[in-house]
């Protein structure tokens, strides 16, 4: 019989990645990084005190300090990766992988060079983002991203009404129906004005639940957070394969 020992600062045990929150209040439906049902791993969740939505994506470098100090938390809890529910979290890459000697995933964003790298430096790539007014080349460079040589069509959901009364406003009620409408109109309206584009990468945690109609609607692949998540949880725990030879 195995015998396992207590691992200190644990309470819970088994959990691949543990992923660090907004402190914001929305429905989380199947899909969204924030409900558990949307991965086939167990995951663990930890809210960050005062960072809300509007607080993360104008910049928050006070912060620092307490996701560097929360990610620590979830180590102890023996996660093998963390990650987080907003792309704009990428402000904070440097500071948590630091803390931690586990990998880190802060951002759907840091998919971009692999998607770049996957297509044509002539091709666009499309990133509909919550809120355009704050992403821009100029906060990718801040986090660490090397830009592509493709050109980088960024599309904002913050004058949506739905996604930014339901998400940006957090008014506590979501219609899934309206949001699947709102970005997939903004998708194709990328498409069309960039036909060459090559994919998609949705920014949002929030996004995930309408990445299939976006792609049935466009044709295009269409990268999100949790690819991201899936992506870094596939390193940390091989599938071991059977069948026939």
């Known amino acids: 019989m195995t015998t396992y020992q207590t691992r200190r600062g644990a309470y819970t045990y088994g959990q691949a990645v543990g992923i660090l929150l907004l402190d914001?209040?929305?429905p989380f439906i199947p899909g969204d990084v924030a409900n558990a049902t949307s991965y086939d791993y167990p995951v663990i969740y930890k809210t960050v005190e005062g960072l809300s939505t509007s607080v993360c994506?104008?910049?928050a470098p006070e912060f620092h300090e307490k996701l560097a100090a929360a990610a620590k938390e979830l180590a102890r809890e023996?996660?093998?990766g963390i990650s987080s529910d907003c792309g704009f979290m990428l402000q904070f890459q440097e500071a948590v992988a630091e803390a931690v000697d586990i990998p880190v995933c802060m951002s759907s964003l840091l998919q971009l060079p692999f998607i770049a790298r996957s297509l044509d430096?002539?091709?666009?790539?499309?990133?509909?983002t919550a809120d355009s007014t704050n992403l821009d080349e100029g906060f990718l460079t801040r986090g660490g991203i090397k830009l592509p040589p493709n050109p980088l069509i960024i599309r904002g959901m913050q004058d949506e009404p739905e996604f930014k009364t339901a998400v940006l406003e957090?008014?506590?009620t979501l219609d899934s129906d309206l949001i699947t409408a709102e970005t997939v109109a903004c998708a194709e309206k990328l498409l069309a004005e960039y036909p060459t584009m090559g994919a998609i990468l949705l920014e949002c945690s929030m996004l995930p639940p309408y990445a299939k109609a976006v792609q049935d609607a466009v044709g295009l692949p269409v990268y999100d957070f949790i690819s991201a998540i899936d992506y870094l949880s596939a390193g940390m725990r091989p599938r071991a394969y059977t069948g026939g030879y």
């Open 24 to 26: 914001a209040k929305a």
């Open 57 to 59: 994506l104008n910049g």
């Open 78 to 80: 023996g996660v093998k």
């Open 121 to 128: 430096p002539s091709q666009p790539i499309g990133v509909i």
């Open 170 to 172: 957090e008014k506590g």
